[in-house]
């Protein structure tokens, strides 16, 4: 059963143009949701997240949307660069008294070209 | 500022021989601690998680299993490994409540 799922294996962009990454979710229990990005042969690295509390959260040219009625979360990159060529994860997590546990989708591998 | 630390990066190991992957994080007192691994293609998949020494939770039942002897270390282990341990295992550590979590580099593991 896949809590989290992200659609799109794949998403290839221009530089300088926005990049939209999707991801759904089924677990209404999950109230906190976090985006990493990663490189091959290297660990995950936070990018940012929202809590349920939140529609909207903004960092430089990250901002992450939340749509609590859908189960639909969205991180967009704008302007989107080489650099950000990566996999790209989405996670969600319900605050339980056993630690932050966390649920990843499957990835989307972002390519953004010249 | 905080900092983990995971080796080996890479392991090839023979199929039934034993496996130790060992984690420590500097620059924080009484973390949560996690082992995930990621199956060729497919995402990360909590395999154990760590409140405090001592006490550890599976979420999958497997070959494998962890320990953490010191408020900020954390090992994996097998007694036997099979072809299906391959993988890419990474360690993560994070504060209380919501707070993003800080992965390791990694190590893969490759099972012949």
């Known amino acids: 059963d896949q809590q989290v799922k992200q659609n799109s294996p794949s998403l290839s962009v221009q530089e300088g143009r926005i990049s939209i990454l999707n991801c759904d979710y089924t677990n209404s229990m999950f109230d906190y949701f976090l985006w990493y990005k990663k490189y091959p042969a290297e660990g995950p690295t936070f990018l940012i997240s929202?809590?349920?509390?939140?529609d909207k959260n903004e960092d430089g040219r990250f901002t992450v949307f939340l749509n609590k009625s859908a189960k639909h979360l969205s991180l967009h990159i704008v302007p989107s660069q080489p650099g950000d060529s990566a996999v790209y994860f989405c996670a969600a997590s319900g605050i339980t008294g056993g630690g932050n546990k966390l649920t990843f989708g499957t990835g989307t591998q972002l390519k953004v070209e010249l | 500022s905080q900092t983990i630390h995971q080796w080996p990066a890479t392991l090839v190991q023979p199929v039934g021989s034993p496996l130790s992957l060992e984690c420590t994080v500097e620059g924080t007192s009484n973390p949560n601690l996690y082992w995930y691994r990621q199956a060729a293609g497919r995402g990360l998949q909590l395999l154990f998680y760590s409140v405090g020494i001592g006490q550890i939770s599976s979420e999958v039942p497997q070959n494998l299993s962890a320990s953490r002897p010191q408020d900020r270390q954390f090992i994996l282990s097998s007694k036997k490994l099979l072809l299906s341990d391959s993988g890419f295992y990474l360690c993560?550590?994070?504060?209380?409540?919501?707070?993003?979590?800080?992965f390791g580099d990694g190590t893969r593991l490759s099972i012949l």
């Open positions: 929202i809590s349920s509390i939140k």
């Open positions: 993560a550590w994070s504060g209380d409540g919501y707070q993003p979590q800080h």
